[in-house]
């Protein structure tokens, strides 16, 4: 009886240390699986557009569990250290707000109210005190489009690419072929326009330059943007990204330099496109507060706990009059 005793004590204890040996490893791996579900690229940009420098990788996110808007503020990290630190539980710091008397600005949607449109792949936000409507963003990958097939399946906006800065050495800039096109053949469909730019900027004074090249292309295609001009930031070419190793107070001022350009240049309103990666470690809460979100989140509901505007759920749509597998965005609104 003793022996057996022994044996089943020093099984019971082979279970525990194989436990505490695996906990940590399916934590990170959960965590790991999480962040490549979340990473939402420049719209049609991380397979596409290697050859042409200008693609990018926004990254995946990190939401507070007890649903407060604080966010974390670790600087310099990279987002697999990031994954790591969130996989071992540390979660987001309300230390560092608390220190700096900082709320973000919550995130104030109820996620039982997200519903897929009865038949489609589209999501919508069911709140009488909301309207929700559809939208897409496009690149020059798109092609030609059939803009009045677009509108005639229920699609109300659009964010058209303008630009992009490469992510080599030289960062040149460079204007989307079809920009121009998009957005005049959009507005006569009766959609409401909005633009974007993916940065490679590495200071202000190329954020800044980054958003008058922008304004001039939207100036010259004689389009009133109904929507913002959304400043683009993300991580691109791997290792040799130009503007990969960024500081979060070096990325805050680069976007806080493009708005002030922008709206310099052409009295636009300027929204910043995020995920939950980005707002955890590259963006400091005063330009989290200081910007409407374009959020990106392939998730059922969206996972943040900051607020945003629009919300990108989908890079697997399917749109009629385009060809190829689109990002599907939902714009909610107040109704007063």
Request: proline share 3%; with cysteine; net charge negative.
């Amino acid at each position: 009886m003793k022996d057996n005793k022994r044996d089943s004590n020093n099984f019971r204890d082979s279970l525990e240390a194989a436990y505490f040996l695996i906990l940590p490893i399916l934590c990170i791996a959960a965590l790991l699986r999480g962040c490549g579900a979340h990473r939402a690229p420049a719209p049609e940009m991380t397979q596409q557009e290697v050859a042409q420098q200008s693609e990018g990788t926004a990254a995946g996110v990190t939401v507070n569990a007890a649903g407060g808007a604080v966010l974390s503020q670790k600087t310099g990290e990279t987002e697999a250290d990031t994954a790591q630190a969130v996989g071992s539980g540390s979660g987001p710091s309300e230390a560092y707000a608390a220190e700096k008397k900082i709320t973000v600005k919550r995130n104030p949607y109820d996620p039982d109210r997200f519903e897929y449109i009865d038949g489609t792949e589209n999501i919508t936000y069911a709140d009488d005190n909301y309207e929700s409507l559809q939208g897409i963003d496009v690149s020059d990958h798109q092609g030609e489009i059939d803009w009045d097939q677009v509108a005639d399946a229920g699609y109300d906006f659009v964010f058209v690419r303008v630009g992009f800065r490469g992510y080599g050495e030289e960062g040149t800039l460079n204007e989307d072929t079809m920009a121009i096109e998009y957005m005049q053949d959009a507005e006569e469909a009766g959609l409401e326009i909005g633009a974007y730019f993916f940065s490679q900027a590495v200071n202000e004074e190329e954020a800044a330059e980054e958003a008058r090249f922008a304004a001039d292309v939207i100036k010259r295609s004689g389009v009133k943007l109904d929507l913002p001009l959304v400043y683009d930031p993300e991580l691109a070419g791997g290792s040799a990204g130009r503007a990969n190793n960024l500081s979060r107070e070096q990325v805050s001022d680069n976007a806080r330099a493009f708005k002030k350009a922008a709206e310099e240049a052409m009295h636009c309103k300027v929204a910043l496109y995020t995920n939950l990666f980005w707002e955890n470690t590259y963006f400091d809460l005063d330009a989290l507060n200081d910007f409407e979100i374009w959020y990106a989140d392939y998730e059922e509901v969206p996972q943040t706990s900051c607020h945003f505007t629009w919300w990108q759920y989908s890079e697997t749509g399917y749109v009629p009059g385009i060809k190829g597998a689109m990002d599907l965005n939902l714009w909610i609104r107040n109704r007063d």
